[in-house]
């Protein structure tokens, strides 16, 4: 539905990758949101009064509730959309994910409450009037919920969106709930037995459940996820692909809201090179990796020495004694720094999952042990770096 009718109020509808065409797709999701809403709670409430059922008076305010959600899934794409300015210099898209988290809260509150109206209903159950005009309402609100689960879905893959996919789950839970007011009336109408209470509660927990789903998938951007490993993998055999470039290692993606990426990365270039020409070669893959991903990248150079027989040998040696130590542990940024007088000094950084049976200062010490061991002249600079072991 919202794809359908992004085709008569969005121009450009189909370029999703556009901030400002996203931002469309989730402010015309929550305009539609507040207007079905609004219809469904004003119907299902006239249903509920006539009705004497307070787990239908419960739904239509479930969807009041859902007109709130949309107003700040609403607000939340309107605001993300905002420019950059002094105080948030990386724009403001995270705002999408607050709004995603407030929506999962909704739900959770929302399922508490019913909650409570269903046991008060197990231990006061009380018959309640039931006709084809209380079911019609019901199986309307339900039709119309599938279609807002359906249109918020699609959206939600559209533009990536987890304030949409936590929409879409609200609609279907919403779908679910009224489904089991519908039976449990429709079967203490048929036999006089009052199972809205019981069967309310049993709904209630999928409510709770989904809106605890929702919460976590808006969490985990907030404080700040990996990316995936396709992306680094992705950028990574990109920027290999450029002649002069050695390696590629500490690889971040920050996460400033949907399409709103930070990346910054370190990469191996020969130390024998014209400086300025490997600048201009960094510039260019910047400026490639900008237009290629949509996103701001800084990457930092890391000469490395490749015509000095010492570090080339040293190098070998280390990549044994790593080896020796775990074969899946890998290092990058290896130099040989000379300084005054004959002293000399190997720096390295070592890759290391986060979780790790080994301690980090027991790591550190085996290497510098081993190391010294081959050239006890020699002192350490090891860093360790906090990664996934490599799919």
């Not at 036999?191 to 409510?207: E, R």
């Not at 070669?281 to 000469?303: A, F, Q, S, T, W």
Request: hydrophobic share 45%; proline share 3%; aromatic share 8%.
């Amino acid at each position: 539905m919202i794809s359908f009718l992004a085709a008569f109020f969005i121009k450009d509808h189909k370029n999703t990758g556009d901030l400002e065409v996203r931002n469309k797709y989730g402010i015309l999701s929550g305009i539609v949101g507040i207007f079905l809403n609004c219809i469904l709670f004003a119907s299902k409430l006239f249903a509920g009064v006539i009705s004497g059922s307070i787990s239908i008076t419960g739904d239509a305010f479930n969807n009041l509730s859902d007109a709130a959600s949309s107003i700040v899934t609403l607000v939340g794409f309107k605001l993300s959309g905002q420019e950059a300015d002094e105080e948030h210099p990386f724009g403001h898209g995270r705002i999408e994910y607050i709004a995603g988290l407030i929506v999962a809260l909704f739900i959770i509150i929302m399922g508490v409450e019913l909650m409570q109206s269903s046991v008060e209903k197990i231990l006061h159950p009380k018959a309640t009037l039931f006709n084809g005009l209380i079911a019609g309402i019901l199986i309307f609100s339900m039709i119309v919920k599938l279609i807002m689960f359906q249109g918020n879905l699609e959206a939600a893959h559209k533009i990536e969106s987890a304030a949409l996919r936590n929409t879409a789950m609200d609609s279907i839970s919403d779908v679910i709930t009224t489904g089991i007011v519908l039976l449990s009336s429709f079967i203490s109408y048929k036999k006089g037995i009052v199972l809205d209470g019981y069967i309310g509660v049993l709904a209630c927990i999928f409510i709770i459940k989904t809106g605890c789903e929702a919460a976590k998938d808006t969490i985990s951007p907030l404080l700040g996820e990996p990316p995936s490993k396709e992306l680094v993998n992705e950028i990574e055999a990109f920027v290999l692909g450029y002649d002069g470039i050695l390696g590629v290692h500490d690889l971040v993606v920050h996460n400033y809201g949907p399409g709103r990426n930070f990346v910054s990365l370190h990469v191996e270039v020969p130390g024998d090179k014209d400086i300025v020409t490997v600048h201009d070669l960094v510039d260019d893959i910047e400026n490639d990796i900008r237009k290629k991903y949509g996103c701001m990248v800084v990457i930092h150079m890391d000469p490395v020495v490749t015509d000095d027989e010492f570090s080339d040998e040293l190098r070998r040696k280390v990549k044994h004694i790593v080896a020796e130590l775990d074969p899946k542990l890998d290092f990058h940024d290896f130099r040989v720094i000379h300084a005054k007088g004959d002293s000399r000094r190997v720096a390295f950084d070592l890759t290391v999952p986060y979780k790790y049976n080994i301690k980090d200062a027991d790591i550190i010490k085996y290497l510098d042990d081993h190391i010294k061991g081959i050239h006890p002249d020699i002192e350490c600079d090891i860093t360790i770096d906090k990664a996934d072991y490599k799919a």
